[in-house]
């Protein structure tokens, strides 16, 4: 029977004749090299390794750079513990970059969570952290990965479900973050996770999509009703402080005509009494003062005036007319006597 052309008669191969010292050396280098190569390894600049020698923990870890190990006897696990890690929950990052592109798969598993007013709110939420322990981190709990996705998880279920949807949704954010991060952080050191939590961060939380609509319309009728509110408390602010000022404004000016009139009358009764006392102490004297001063206040009004001597007899002498004509124009007035 003829043989195919493509099958290789393995009687016809021949080997090479190799002494045993060669075939000896080369096994000494390859073994060499796996040696070798077992005994480097490179810790990176955010990393510190863990040496386990047949398992068990051999403290300190080492820093970044190149360290030997004993081969065969010694492992290294290398931790990255200035490297802030991430867990995302709710959602799952798959290219990050300027359009980040996300994972189509449903996580409403860990997303769909309830409140404390019995209502359903999905959340999505970050938890950025960092390895402070490697000790911990990789001897005290087993799948330490897994166990604090579950301990994030049920605290965001708690802090949740203490609120109602409003504050999930709106106001109670910032708050909601801060609490998780506490607790979280209280879990992880009472469970010696090694793990120190940086930030939680609420993605994007809403209402279920079957609610929405619903839900758009009553913050649109709350959105609403405050505008309206802080127009009104607008209004009020003007017009309220404005009246207020005018009223005190008013009461001022009835405590100041009130004072005036207090002094002046006060002022008016001291001078009387004084004038009074001094009438008293010279009554011919105070009356003949308070007759020139009283004249002197008349007799500038009346305008021109002659004075006669009262024991003047026969013919009155020639008076200027236009001299007195000019002592009763305004301005002019004077005094002047004849005997």
Not at 135 to 162: K, Q, S
Request: aromatic share 8%; charged share 25%; glycine share 6%.
């Amino acid at each position: 029977m003829p043989m195919d052309k493509d099958v290789i008669d393995l009687s016809k191969l021949q080997l090479p004749n190799l002494s045993p010292k060669i075939v000896i050396t080369a096994i000494a280098v390859l073994v060499g090299v796996v040696v070798l190569l077992d005994s480097i390894y490179q810790v990176q600049p955010e990393e510190v390794g863990v040496i386990r020698r047949f398992g068990a923990y051999l403290a300190p870890p080492t820093g970044p750079g190149l360290h030997f190990k004993l081969p065969f006897v010694e492992s290294v696990v290398k931790v990255p513990v200035q490297r802030q890690l991430k867990q995302e929950f709710g959602f799952q990052t798959i290219t990050p970059g300027i359009r980040t592109i996300y994972s189509a798969q449903d996580f409403e598993d860990q997303s769909l969570m309830l409140t404390g007013d019995l209502n359903v709110a999905v959340v999505e939420w970050i938890v950025q952290y960092r390895v402070s322990d490697p000790y911990l981190y990789l001897f005290r709990v087993r799948n330490v990965e897994n166990t604090f996705r579950d301990m994030t998880e049920a605290v965001m279920r708690r802090v949740i479900g203490d609120r109602t949807v409003t504050e999930v949704l709106t106001v109670g954010r910032q708050e909601i973050e801060s609490t998780v991060q506490v607790l979280l952080q209280e879990m992880c050191n009472e469970y010696e996770t090694g793990i120190t939590i940086d930030q939680v961060v609420l993605q994007d939380v809403n209402p279920p999509d079957p609610v929405k609509p619903s839900w758009d319309e009553v913050n649109q009728a709350q959105q609403q009703r405050d505008r309206l509110i802080n127009e009104a408390q607008g209004e009020y602010n003007r017009v309220i402080p404005r009246a207020q000022g005018e009223a005190q404004q008013t009461i001022l000016q009835a405590e100041g005509y009130s004072l005036d009139r207090v002094n002046r009358a006060e002022g008016d009764a001291s001078r009387f009494k004084a004038l009074y006392a001094a009438y008293r102490l010279a009554p011919t004297v105070t009356r003949r003062r308070m007759y020139l001063e009283t004249m002197a206040k008349v007799l500038p009004k009346m305008g021109g005036k002659l004075f006669i001597d009262s024991d003047a007899q026969g013919v009155m002498p020639l008076l200027p007319l236009e001299a007195l004509r000019g002592l009763s124009s305004p301005g002019g007035a004077s005094n002047r006597g004849g005997e």
